[in-house]
């Protein structure tokens, strides 16, 4: 999605809940609104997802693996386009970099519609790039790349087809310095034993300051009082950290 596209889509989603002319406090409150109607549904989705679950039409292995890691509404479109994939053909133009994609009823087909795409694979066969640009403008992977993906037997979708924003970790995003511990990276790997004891504490404080807001106010001024404490103290590096770890293993 480009720049222009981004704004556009923001302007288009605050209309619906303040005009232009609202004067600041106003904006705030209802900027406030949009805030809270954006989180509920996600969460409703996520509830949907993960108690309804998804059917699947095919039952081949790259739609298991969609299902998998999409959102149930994000995934409800790659099915469709996985559906739409069986009405075209491949022909091989360049052996895994080039392939031409054409609609198997092209003569049914409207004039103007375009009936042949071509998708460029690369090196690794990890980035399908289909002239139609719908991963480009919406970040799902296309008809026309599915049915090249197939061609290849690919069991899963390759990373880069994969936008975080669709998936069922969306909101899983932390900052630079603590990206390791992101869902999507897999369990942190430590071998210390001060490591994993710190980190199943944490997360049994975690668990219980969630349990009601009284719990959640102390927990978050108590880790206000460890941080501070922490900062002066870890200037002084004995190098078994997890994050020197990463460093120095990056450097080999």
């Not at 605050?14 to 409150?29: D, E, I, Q, T």
């Not at 310095?177 to 790997?189: E, F, I, M, N, T």
Request: hydrophobic share 35%; with cysteine.
């Amino acid at each position: 999605m480009t720049s222009t596209q981004r704004i556009e889509s923001s302007n288009h989603l605050l209309k619906g809940y303040v005009s232009p002319g609202s004067p600041m406090h106003l904006f705030l409150r209802k900027y406030e609104k949009l805030q809270f109607d954006r989180e509920s549904e996600e969460s409703f989705q996520e509830k949907r997802t993960t108690l309804s679950g998804v059917p699947l039409r095919l039952n081949i292995p790259i739609e298991r693996h969609a299902s998998k890691i999409y959102t149930r509404s994000m995934f409800e479109q790659f099915s469709e386009a996985l559906y739409k994939s069986f009405a075209h053909q491949v022909d091989v133009i360049e052996h895994r970099k080039v392939y031409k994609v054409t609609h198997l009823d092209a003569a049914a087909r409207e004039k103007w519609s375009k009936i042949v795409f071509i998708v460029n694979v690369d090196d690794e066969a990890r980035f399908f790039d289909c002239e139609c640009g719908t991963f480009e403008h919406s970040g799902m992977v296309c008809c026309h790349s599915l049915k090249v993906m197939i061609e290849f037997r690919l069991a899963k979708i390759p990373d880069k087809h994969v936008v975080k924003r669709w998936t069922r970790d969306a909101r899983d995003i932390l900052l630079d310095h603590l990206v390791r511990y992101q869902k999507d990276r897999g369990s942190p790997a430590s071998d210390t034993f001060r490591h994993s004891q710190m980190w199943i504490r944490a997360l049994e404080c975690v668990r219980l300051s969630d349990i009601n807001v009284k719990c959640y106010d102390v927990f978050m001024a108590m880790m206000k009082e460890v941080y501070a404490t922490l900062l002066p103290l870890s200037h002084d590096k004995d190098g078994m950290g997890l994050e020197e770890r990463d460093g120095v293993a990056k450097m080999a």
